[in-house]
């Protein structure tokens, strides 16, 4: 998420500013929420209020990381992936304001490293193919499988949940792609392209010039992308409109796992994510497969609806009026079609 969650950068992202991500100390390793904990099953291991820590393997140690199950079904059962990486859960809650009702099950999820798991100082651990593994391994503990498993992957989440499709594909009877692209290096280019034109010319040669000098903590930096970015491809609402779990996602980042994974930048990635593409493996994903874009998305919804149609099994959502959190700024298109992909898959699946 950069500030956009993503990443959206420019892209999406991206979900917090640079600001915010290098002005923010880091979390204590597996501090989580300040929160009293709810009384825990001892049999199942599950909190009263549905929260479950699970057990992570890593060639650093096991840690462990934050699920929370809201709603109950016993054929569609979602798994959200965040943004970042670093980012959390929170600002996907809205998504369990929704799909519950519908019948849908959910698992709220922190990464290893986000905020309410582990954050190991260990940036060796920071890489695609040690999440997968972990999302495999979050998976196996909570039961998920191809009668039921649905993988949601927002931004970052979305390259979390690709990657995790074409090692484990066999796993999962849906997947959903949401507000992110199959490839950085094209990210890059719209962000360069498309997005920074559309900028003040004297506000992004100031910008840039902030970005040269690396002098990220400047207050100025946040401040021209807050009112020449973000409200325009992050979140489309003046900032004190902003949902609280928007907030507390921004509050809560580790910096040290999404400059390391994304880039301190916010109109492009430079990270270890910098060379990410996978436009040419689509087809191998088999999963009936829902991606997900919006007309203002730090993301280019052409290329998403591109995707969809790589996909032996797959199908667009435009949200019109969206930005990077649709979910947010263009919520009744965004979880209609997410429900329904979720039960007519299901349908098919019954018949």
Partial sequence: MKVALICSGARGIRLLTILILLVLPACSPGTGSTDAPAPVDLQSGVADDGVRMIPVETPMGTFQVWTRRVGESPTMKVLLLHGGPGVTHEYLEALADFLPAAGIEIYL??????????????????????????????????????????????????????????????????????????????????????????????????????????????????ELLMEHHYVHHFLRKPTDQWPDGVNRAFEHINPNVYVLMQGPSELGASGRLLEWDRTGDLSQIEAPTLVIGATYDTMDPEHMEWMANEFPNGRFLLCPNGSHVAHYDDQEIYMEGLIRFIQEVDEQDVR
């Fill in 109 to 222: 999820y922190d990464q290893l490293g986000s905020y309410s798991s582990d954050q190991p100082d260990e940036p060796d651990l920071w890489q695609i193919p040690r999440f997968v593994d972990e999302v495999e391994q979050v998976r196996h503990a909570l039961g998920l499988g191809p009668d039921n498993f649905y993988l949601y992957g927002h931004s970052w989440g979305g390259i979390l949940a690709m990657e995790y499709a074409f090692a484990h594909g066999d796993n999962l009877k849906g997947l959903i792609v949401s507000n992110m692209m199959a490839s950085i290096p094209l990210y890059n280019r719209y962000a360069e392209d498309v997005l920074m034109p559309q900028m003040i010319p004297e506000v992004l040669a100031e910008i840039k010039a902030i970005e040269a000098a690396e002098d990220y903590a400047n207050p100025r930096y946040m």
